[in-house]
């Protein structure tokens, strides 16, 4: 097992009408910006609930945080943080409210002269304004973790940032939230928390037994509700092994003392700022070439995944991790997601070489576990996806 250290600062409320406490959480005569998304809160009912919880405070409201959150879009509610002199942010969403919120807690605190230097200098953010979250929607774990990711429509970038300043002081996780989900939002919610947990997972043993079996159990949990949330989101006992699934996934627990991956994320990220694909079949389309292409660094893993979590019991490791591959494919097309470029877009040629063309300028030369996958195997990789 690898040296580690492990500090997770956000405190989690989990369970049926937990909204009801947001006032213990938040600062008393905090001035809080509620910042949301395109309007799904108003409709589930779950606005009524934050406000009603926060009639004492007073809040001002920021909506418009859309799907890929967009670097334009804050710019315009930094500017109401500042105009209004804001002291707390709350962030009411999925993945894109939560992650568009930490750009904000940390562009609101920044000194330098363009906040998109985040971004592109990838500045490790020490500290931000504070913030908590309630989650409408179980799928990228950033209600606990200090990671977000910003699209640039522009330039059709879309970039990673993130520090130990950008974990929430509080997030609020009620599993009835997704009953009001539409599927294919469930379907890419188990599709990236699935994803989460096996690129901190399929790289190389090192003796990690315990991160192991926490990685496998996720795994076998996300398998086994699939089906159940699939058909029935107000299914509560299978929304809430869902929803901490989800959170489990990528709160840093998992990644302790191992080696991790993150390949099919970077390849994934360009797929989304080039076509607009969901998050979650972006990682689709990659993973089955990704895993083909590096099978021999990865077949151990590959085939312990196979038996553990998929029961594969017959074969030798080739023939194991091979079934992996297939296991996990047939997994996201069960969901109702497709697993080749081409099934989203008819301008698919000459992507691989845009992208290996991106990562090269941007000096990414050495990607994956071993830092070794270079923009000219990034490119074979995406081709092999199409
Ligand atoms: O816009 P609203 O009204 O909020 O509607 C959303 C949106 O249309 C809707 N939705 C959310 N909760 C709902 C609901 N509809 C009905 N009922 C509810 N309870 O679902 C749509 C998608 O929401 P979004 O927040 O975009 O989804 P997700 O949580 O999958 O977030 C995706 C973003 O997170 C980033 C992705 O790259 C993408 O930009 N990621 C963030 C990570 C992190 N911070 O750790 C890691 C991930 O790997 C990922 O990259
Ligand atoms: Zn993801």
């Known amino acids: 097992m690898n040296n580690f250290d492990l500090l997770n600062p956000t405190k989690i409320l989990f369970g049926k009408n937990q909204i009801a406490n947001l006032l213990k959480e938040i600062p008393e005569n905090a001035k809080i910006l509620l910042l949301y998304g395109s309007g799904s809160i108003k409709k589930n009912g779950i606005y009524t609930q934050v406000k009603e919880a926060l009639t004492s405070y007073k809040i001002i409201e920021f909506g418009g945080i859309s799907a890929n959150p967009e670097y334009a879009v804050l ?18 969403g999925g993945g894109s409210v939560i992650d568009g919120t930490k750009f904000l807690s940390a ?43 910003i699209t640039r429509k522009e330039t059709k970038e879309k970039l990673v940032m993130g520090g130990p300043g950008l974990f929430p002081i509080f997030s609020i996780l009620d599993p009835e939230v997704v009953k009001s989900i539409p599927q294919h939002q469930i379907a890419n919610g188990l599709a990236d928390a699935f994803t989460h947990v096996l690129e901190q997972y399929i790289t190389y043993p090192v003796n990690a037994l ?19 949330i699939m058909k029935n989101n107000a299914d509560y006992n299978a929304a809430a092994n869902f929803m901490w699934s989800c959170t489990m996934a990528l709160n840093g627990l998992i990644q302790k003392g191992v080696p991790s991956d993150w390949a099919i994320h970077m390849m994934g990220h360009e797929l989304t700022a080039l076509f607009g694909i969901d998050h979650a079949r972006t990682l689709a389309i990659i993973l089955e070439s990704h895993y083909t292409y590096n099978f021999e660094s990865k077949k151990e893993k590959l085939a312990q995944y196979a038996t553990r979590v998929w029961n594969v019991t017959k074969g030798t490791t080739e023939e194991k991790a091979l079934d992996g591959i297939k296991k996990t494919v047939q997994f996201f097309q069960s969901l109702g997601i497709k ?21 090269e300028e941007r000096g990414w030369k050495g990607i994956g576990e071993h830092g070794k996958i270079t923009p000219n195997d990034v490119e074979k990789i995406v081709k092999m996806s199409y």
């Not at 179980?138 to 990711?149: D, I, K």
């Not at 991160?211 to 996300?222: P, S, V």
């Not at 470029?341 to 992507?351: A, N």
């Open 339 to 359: 697993t080749t470029l081409s099934e989203y877009t008819d301008s698919y040629k000459g992507t691989a070489e845009i992208i290996s063309k991106r990562f």
């Open 210 to 228: 315990i991160q192991d079996r926490f990685a496998e159990g996720i795994l076998q949990t996300l398998i086994e509700i699939a089906p159940k």
């Open 107 to 149: 562009a609101a605190l920044f000194k330098g002269e363009n906040p998109w230097d985040i971004l592109a200098k990838n500045i490790a953010i020490q500290k931000g304004m504070p913030f908590g979250t309630v989650l409408t929607l179980p799928a990228t774990g950033s209600e606990m973790n200090s990671g977000a990711v």
């Open 75 to 92: 710019m315009d509610a930094l500017q109401v943080i500042k105009n209004e002199k804001i002291t707390f942010l709350l962030a009411v």
